[in-house]
């Protein structure tokens, strides 16, 4: 009897620490953060990178809709800097830009908007946090 509430004991805490570990990597900071917006009778789905290695972090969303352009506005996270505004250039069926790389543990926080000439929709209601890791 010992060993069988033993044994039960062991697969509660094996399934509990699956459970746990799953919903960490799901929700923790490194996880891509999903958005969805519509645009042109058209749904977008779009991984926002919240993690990122050495270099530029490439911000890169899939709008095949040659007439939406966008914008990223970004400002290292925690600083007193001025937000920057960069245009996010077309690459055939991607909008795409650039980070600038941050030193390892250090953050950007970035907003995105795209459009086209009647409507403008924000990507990220509140800013992404981007924590840029180095070589790892």
């Known amino acids: ?43 977008l789905k779009f991984k926002l990178i919240r993690s990122y290695g050495d270099g530029d972090a490439e911000i890169k969303l899939r709008v095949p809709d040659k007439e939406i352009k966008g914008t990223v506005t970004f400002k290292r996270y925690k600083s007193f800097d001025g ?15 650039a980070l600038p790389h941050q030193p390892p543990a250090g953050k950007i926080e970035y907003l995105i908007s795209l459009g086209d000439a009647q409507k403008q929709v924000n990507v990220t209601p509140e800013p992404v946090i981007l924590r840029f890791t180095g070589k790892v």
């Open 1 to 43: 009897m010992k060993r069988f509430k033993s044994l039960i004991c062991w697969i509660i805490a094996i399934i509990f620490t699956i459970i746990i570990a799953t919903y960490q990597r799901m929700t923790g900071p490194t996880y891509p953060k999903t958005a969805t917006v519509t645009l042109n009778n058209s749904e």
């Open 83 to 97: 937000w920057t505004t960069a245009a996010l250039k077309r690459q055939g069926d991607y909008l795409v830009t």
